[in-house]
């Protein structure tokens, strides 16, 4: 019975962490001058030029705890909690949850999706500028005139 309230536990907490990782689903951040076509809800066009264009990796580094971290500490820790009976499976619990924890690290590690990616900075005609993030920039270069569809930057 306190197994499966240990169980229980772990697993209420592993979502609440999880779901504290969820991003928000924000509209584009690009404000067009230009009415949207009728009948598009969400569709937003602004134009502008090309201030500049910086290659980032989109590989992220060891971020302490992830997902994989999680899940694998809890599978360890249940595993290693049906091994043993006392102060054996309290060892055995703790170094299935460490055991488990390092390889769900490296299997999310190896699993991220990693590349390359472009930031490309606009200066709108409103004035403003902001930067966009895609994975690629096709024949765009610093100066181009370019179109800013749903977040997305096309060279016009």
């Excluded at 595993?79 to 499976?89: E, S």
């Excluded at 500028?129 to 096309?154: A, K, L």
């Amino acid at each position: 019975m306190k197994t499966n309230r240990i169980i229980i536990a772990s697993a209420l907490a592993a979502s609440t962490f999880l779901a504290g990782c969820a991003s928000p689903g924000y509209p584009p951040a690009a404000s067009s001058p230009y009415p949207a076509p009728a009948g598009q809800q969400g569709y937003y066009t602004s134009y502008g030029v090309v201030d500049s264009i910086q290659v980032v990796n989109t590989a992220g580094g060891n971020s302490g705890i992830n997902a994989g971290t999680v899940i694998g500490a809890l599978a360890g820790g249940i595993l290693g909690n049906q091994v043993g009976g006392g102060t054996g499976r309290a060892v055995a619990t703790a170094a299935g949850a460490v055991g488990g924890a390092v390889v769900g690290n490296q299997v999310e590690q190896r699993n991220r999706q990693g590349g390359t990616a472009y930031q490309i900075g606009v200066r709108l005609d409103n004035g403003t500028y902001q930067t966009f993030t895609q994975e690629s920039i096709g024949d765009m270069n610093i100066g181009n005139r370019v179109r800013i569809d749903n977040g997305r930057v096309y060279r016009y």
